[in-house]
């Protein structure tokens, strides 16, 4: 390829690499199972899951979702 068409091609190629990954990371559609037994405890649960707010990992709607479940679940 000619240096023209590199500089047409690699900027369609990487747009549409970043408009395909866009869904990527939704937590919105995230299910979870988890199967056997933990060790860690509801308190260690509940930081855990701040952190994660926190740093921008979930979003408010799944932090106040996981954390009702969390505090209902029995000990």
């Keep these: 390829m000619n240096r023209s ?13 970043l408009t395909s990954m866009s869904g990527c990371g939704s937590s919105s559609k995230a299910n979870v199972t988890v199967k056997g037994t933990t060790n860690i405890s509801t308190g260690q649960e509940l930081l855990d899951l701040k952190r994660a707010l926190d740093e921008g990992a979930i979003s408010q709607r799944d932090y106040d979702k996981v954390r009702s479940i969390l505090l209902e679940r029995k000990s």
Excluded: I
């Design 5 to 17: 068409v590199h500089h047409t091609v690699l900027p369609a190629l990487a747009l549409a690499l």
